[in-house]
C-alpha cells in the first residue's frame, strides 16, 4: 500500500533561515509527487510537482528514489511562508493523491 | 476558470439533520474527488468519480454518506443524518484528463459543524 510520512507536524525557523521539509514515501510503482500548501484557513493550492523540477516562491524539491523522499527545501524563509505543507503521492492507477499529514511551517520574525 | 467552486463555504447544524454539500468543477475536468480534513486525521479521500461515474467510495466512512455527479459540472456529497463527529472541512477538487501533469486542483472547502 502506499503511503506517505512527514515526521515533522511543526517546524519553526527564524526569517532568512534555511527551511528543509521532510517527505518520505512508499510506493511499488514509478512514483509521481507533489508539494500543496494551505494558507491560514484557504484552499490547498499546488505548489510544486516532481515531474517540472521547477521553482516557486524560491521552493525547490528533489525527488531521491534511493531514499524514497521528496524534502521540501527554501534556503531563505519569509514570513510569508508560513503555513500547512503537504506532501502528496498520486496512485497513477486510481488517479487519487495520498496526502501526507502535513507539516506546519511558522518562520518568526 | 474560476477554479473549483464550492458551497455552503460555512455550515453549522444540529445532529440528526441532513446536510449537502456542493461542488462544481473546473470545465473540463473528468476527474472529481472529495477529501475530509480534520485535526486528527489529516486529509482523507472519501471518494472519487471519472466521467460522473463513481470509481472508488472506499473512504466513504459509512452508510450515512453519500455522493452523487448527475452531470459533469456538478456534484453532491450527502450526510443523513449528521452527526458531531461529521464536524470537518470537505474539499472538492477536479483534474483533467492527463493534462497539467495529474495537477489535482482543490475547492475552498466547506467547513461543517454539527452540534
Known amino acids: 500500500a502506499q503511503r506517505v510520512t512527514q515526521p515533522e507536524k511543526l517546524l519553526s525557523v527564524f526569517k532568512g533561515a534555511p527551511v528543509e521539509l521532510k517527505c518520505n514515501y512508499s510506493?511499488?510503482?514509478?512514483?509521481?509527487l507533489f508539494w500543496y500548501v494551505q494558507y491560514s484557513r484557504q484552499r490547498l493550492q499546488l505548489l510544486l510537482r516532481?515531474?517540472s523540477r521547477e521553482s516557486i516562491k524560491g521552493f525547490t524539491a528533489d525527488l531521491n528514489k534511493g531514499e524514497t523522499s521528496f524534502h521540501l527545501k527554501k534556503p531563505f524563509a519569509q514570513e510569508e511562508d508560513s503555513a500547512m505543507y503537504y506532501c502528496?503521492?498520486?496512485?497513477?492507477?486510481?488517479?487519487?493523491?495520498?496526502f501526507g499529514s502535513g507539516t506546519r511551517l511558522q518562520v518568526q520574525p | 476558470d474560476a477554479g473549483v467552486i464550492q458551497s455552503p463555504r460555512h455550515e453549522v447544524t444540529e445532529m440528526g439533520q441532513e446536510v449537502t454539500l456542493r461542488c462544481k468543477p473546473i470545465?473540463?475536468?473528468?476527474?472529481l474527488f472529495w477529501y475530509r480534513q480534520t485535526m486528527m486525521r489529516g486529509l482523507e479521500l472519501l471518494i472519487y468519480?471519472?466521467?460522473?461515474?463513481?470509481?472508488?467510495d472506499s473512504g466513504m466512512p459509512e452508510d450515512r454518506f453519500s455522493a452523487k455527479m448527475p452531470n459533469a459540472s456538478f456534484s453532491t456529497l450527502k450526510i443523513q443524518p449528521s452527526e458531531p463527529r461529521d464536524s470537518a472541512v470537505y474539499f472538492c477538487?477536479?483534474?483533467?484528463?492527463?493534462?497539467?501533469?495529474?495537477?489535482?486542483?482543490f475547492g475552498e472547502g466547506s467547513w461543517l459543524t454539527v452540534v
Open positions: 477538487a477536479s483534474s483533467e484528463p492527463g493534462g497539467s501533469g495529474n495537477t489535482i486542483y
Open positions: 510506493y511499488s510503482g514509478s512514483p509521481e
Open positions: 516532481h515531474i
Open positions: 502528496a503521492l498520486l496512485d497513477t492507477g486510481r488517479r487519487a493523491l495520498t
Open positions: 470545465s473540463g475536468h473528468d476527474y
Open positions: 468519480f471519472n466521467n460522473n461515474v463513481p470509481i472508488d
